[in-house]
């Protein structure tokens, strides 16, 4: 028996045993699989384990989307994308706007095409910011579970988003993001009391912080430049 004489139901079970490069290998055999490959039911759960991942076309976003897990671990995160804007040489920053640029391109395109999210993990995503976490929560509104591990571009705002837009949420946790408080997370617990909230570490790291224009330098030329 071949296996394109298999009913759909059938071969949607066998391709869920599959990871997503050898699907897509599948699906260019015949028009048949192909068929089978862009079938919604089929990509319901989605993982993604680093940036360049994102750029394949061996995985279909749609409504049938219900878990969505993004999570990078790797030096390049921990030395280059999670580190301070300020202390970056134009090199890192050359790294970090192409991974910003396609981190945010992918999620506006999870957020038109895939309202049924019911679960987001974004672990280690150095790029992520409050205004992409807002976005999710108003165009995923019947999400339930928001996990953020070591986003250092996520702060209070982000919170305030969980309780404007997170009307369908019954658990968040943000772990090791630095530039939460401890006031952001009260604020959620007074104002939605329903959701499950956790926060190892988050407010007990040290924020980011600009450094100080060194004013009395500046003022000293000036004075300097006054006399002379």
Request: some cysteine; hydrophobic content about 35%.
């Amino acid at each position: 028996m071949h296996i394109t004489q298999l009913n759909r139901e059938c071969l949607l079970h066998l391709f869920s045993f599959l990871d997503k490069d050898s699907r897509r290998s599948l699906s260019l055999t015949c028009h048949q699989l192909r068929e089978v490959f862009l079938d919604p039911r089929l990509w319901n759960l989605l993982h993604f384990s680093s940036p360049c991942q994102l750029r394949k076309d061996n995985f279909v976003l749609g409504p049938s989307l219900r878990y969505l897990r993004v999570c990078w671990y790797s030096s390049r995160v921990l030395q280059v994308c999670n580190i301070e804007d300020w202390l970056k040489t134009s090199f890192q920053k050359d790294i970090c706007s192409k991974h910003e640029s396609l981190v945010r391109t992918f999620l506006a395109h999870v957020c038109h095409m895939c309202p049924n999210l019911i679960s987001l993990t974004l672990s280690g995503c150095g790029h992520i910011t409050d205004q992409d976490v807002i976005s999710m929560l108003q165009s995923c509104r019947k999400l339930r579970r928001l996990y953020l591990e070591n986003c250092v571009r996520i702060t209070d705002h982000s919170l305030e988003g969980v309780v404007a837009h997170g009307g369908s949420l019954q658990e968040v946790k943000m772990d090791f993001c630095r530039n939460i408080t401890q006031a952001g997370l009260q604020a959620v617990r007074e104002k939605r009391p329903g959701i499950q909230l956790s926060a190892e570490r988050s407010a007990d790291m040290i924020p980011d912080s600009k450094p100080e224009e060194r004013a009395p330098l500046r003022r000293t030329l000036q004075k300097v430049l006054q006399f002379s």
